[in-house]
């Protein structure tokens, strides 16, 4: 009687619990906590230096934009008072970060809760037991971009912004929840089994967590819904998900002639809802993004998606931006992707870190193909290696690996898993530890391939990923630019078996410096003339457009970016390869070079207008367009149509007469008028 006395105590207890969870049961909510913070220089809160902020925010904004050699890299700390409402007393409650850099100690009421290593990926912490119900309590997070060996990157030229930079929130979740504690994750992991034209097998993985003492019996209902929110095929499972610990649950779906993610040419996009039901009500549910989609790169041919030979040309992008750094709202992420479109991109570098979700959402809407990569990067950095054999550094590489992976797992858009970026044999030998990273992608994410940016033609390093890009720069370090293509043919015909990439190439260039002649700069010094970067990209672009067995094409940089190591152009702190400056405001030549060759919207633009001064009498006149003629202007007097070649249009021998000239090209495009003006001062 007595066993049975006790089973009967334990069916009540669970029939109480699943009773008190329906009644009282809601999907997960998020709430924003970014605003009314207070910040404070150093590790310990004192409040005679606390100043108010809105996150996101980072303590590096002025030095990024005074080009300081030294800039601030120690401790900072946030303070927030966060009421917690009585009736969450049952519930599960979460801080999730977007992202601190570069490490984050976090306390809840004076406790400790526990710590992040890592600048650029999202986590999230469980508070539950920490929170004071009914009343305010305090949040404090205290952050260091201080160097340190034991956390990416240790190298790399670009500014390591301190702070609470991207956006911060509170998840409330029922006790029984999908898990938001897996490397903060979704916690639904979409893995596209095979798919074709005709078919599309997914398997949905979604871990559910159970923080109560007993187990419960759920129904983890998945549905796939097409862009009009129409059910297309669904699978529900019931399961029993244990006590305190994670239950994961495997369900398989097909949808039959499924719509293919195509790229930007017609970027579908399913919804798929994750929904965990007690007795028949809800109480979790998550929606990811599925694009379906199949891709291979042929050594030879280059990069097909989904059968079909797509030339993949794009750009490099570093996050920073002048007057905010590294703290960007969504509308700055919105419009860097909307110039990005703009240009004609089709694929994107996440350059050198993970970047913030906004990019990832977006690129899966608009068709971008995305290469994320972890911090693991060489040269750069005060003369500071990027690898060290050391083993905490070796497990913080592997976190910031499984991070990027299983927090971006989803995306349609992302193709490629990037591993390291200018790495050195002899810098500390990291062979095998690529091996180690290349061995834990492919556990995490068979799906994809994995890749890897060199600038040494013939390494080890450069076997281990499935497919590797160079980062070639030629007419810019010295060669010239034509000498593109003769490097390209000869690694061809070396590695005839190993796909070969671009990815990075570019040359410096200042808006403010423009000149008569065209003379290769000396490298890293102050004369960055706009001219040299356009012709630059010209020579390059001819002799990369030509060879489809170079997979990818990517520029280096979208923008100008912040770089305390760097000391040229036209201001210290500054790395000036970018196509729009640093700014957002101007966009330099080269960048309308690339929009008449990539982007099929009609576009003229009259190339060197910032040019002004003029000390030569005879001078050519240069634009860039895809309109099939274009007729030039000179002091009213017109000198003859052109057709582009390559997207550019040149008129030799141009005379110029002393004092003002006036400059007008048109050209016309089914009735509407395309015109570009300025004016040109000959001394």
Request: with cysteine; proline share 4%.
């Amino acid at each position: 009687m007595k066993a049975i006395f006790q089973n009967n105590n334990i069916i009540t207890i669970v029939l109480f619990l699943i009773t008190s969870i329906i009644s009282k049961a809601q999907e997960r909510i998020e709430i924003p906590l970014n605003t009314e913070w207070e910040f404070m220089y150093g590790y310990e809160k004192r409040k005679v230096n606390a100043r108010p902020v809105t996150i996101p925010h980072t303590w590096n904004v002025g030095d990024a934009d005074s080009g300081k050699k030294d800039y601030y890299r120690g401790d900072g700390s946030y303070a927030k008072q966060l009421f917690v409402a009585k009736e969450y007393d049952d519930k599960r409650l979460f801080l999730k970060f977007e992202g601190v850099a570069t490490v984050a100690w976090v306390f809840v009421n004076g406790h400790f809760v526990d710590e992040h290593i890592g600048g650029y990926a999202a986590f999230t912490f469980e508070i539950t037991d920490f929170i004071t119900y009914g009343t305010e309590n305090s949040i404090l997070v205290k952050v260091s971009n201080a160097y340190r060996i034991d956390a990416l990157p240790l190298g790399g030229d670009f500014m390591k912004y301190g702070g609470l930079y991207r956006p911060v929130s509170l998840l409330v979740t029922e006790k029984i929840c999908i898990t938001p504690l897996d490397y903060a994750s979704s916690g639904v992991y979409l893995t596209q089994k095979d798919v074709t034209a005709q078919k599309a097998s997914v398997e949905v993985k979604t871990k559910v967590s159970n923080v109560l003492k007993t187990k419960i019996k759920a129904t983890i209902q998945t549905r796939i819904l097409d862009k009009g929110g129409k059910e297309v095929v669904s699978n529900s499972t019931n399961q029993m998900i244990l006590p305190n610990r994670i239950t994961e649950v495997l369900q398989p779906l097909t949808i039959e002639n499924p719509k293919l993610w195509q790229g930007k040419k017609d970027p579908y996009l399913y919804a798929v809802e994750v929904s965990v039901l007690i007795k028949d009500q809800i109480v979790d549910k998550v929606i990811q993004p599925l694009g379906v989609r199949f891709f291979r790169i042929d050594p030879d041919k280059g990069f097909f998606l989904n059968g079909e030979y797509l030339d993949l040309h794009g750009v490099n992008r570093h996050q920073d931006i002048a007057g905010k750094g590294s703290a960007l709202s969504l509308q700055d992420h919105q419009r860097d992707m909307d110039m990005i479109m703009e240009i004609g991109a089709n694929i994107v570098r996440l350059s050198h870190y993970q970047h913030a979700k906004p990019v990832f959402d977006y690129a899966d809407k608009a068709g971008l193909v995305l290469w994320a990569e972890i911090p693991l990067v060489g040269l750069g950095g005060h003369r500071k290696k990027g690898y060290y054999n050391n083993e905490n550094l070796h497990i913080n590489g592997r976190q910031q690996l499984i991070e990027l992976i299983r927090q971006n797992y989803n995306h349609p858009s992302v193709f490629f898993w990037g591993l390291f970026n200018e790495l050195k044999d002899e810098e500390a030998n990291p062979l095998e530890y690529i091996k180690e990273l290349q061995a834990l992608a492919k556990k995490e994410d068979s799906t994809r391939l994995t890749v890897a940016a060199t600038n040494i033609d013939i390494s080890k390093l450069n076997t281990v990923t499935d497919v590797i890009a160079w980062n070639k720069y030629y007419g810019w370090y010295g060669e010239e630019p034509s000498e593109m293509g003769i490097w390209a043919d000869k690694m061809h015909k070396q590695f005839p078996n190993r796909s070969l990439g671009i990815s990075e190439y570019g040359a410096g260039a200042s808006i403010f410096h423009q000149d008569d002649t065209l003379v290769a700069p000396e490298p890293g010094g102050k004369w960055h003339p706009e001219a040299w970067q356009s012709y630059f990209h010209e020579e390059n672009w001819r002799a990369l457009k030509s060879r489809p067995f170079i997979w990818g094409k990517m520029i280096w940089n979208m923008f100008d970016f912040a770089s305390s190591m760097r000391n040229e152009g036209d201001r210290p702190g500054m790395n000036d390869k970018g196509l729009i400056t640093f700014d957002r405001q101007t966009k330099k030549d080269a960048f309308y070079f690339y929009k008449a060759n990539w982007n099929p919207e009609k576009m003229l633009h009259l190339a060197e207008k910032r040019f002004k001064e003029r000390t030569t009498e005879i001078t050519q006149v240069k634009a860039y367009g895809n309109l099939d003629n274009v007729e030039l202007f000179v002091n009213g007097k017109s000198l003859g149509t052109k057709k582009p070649k390559m997207g550019i249009y040149i008129w030799e021998n141009i005379k110029l007469v002393p004092g003002k000239n006036s400059v007008y090209i048109k050209g016309e495009y089914k009735n509407k008028k395309f015109e570009d003006y300025c004016l040109w001062y000959l001394k």
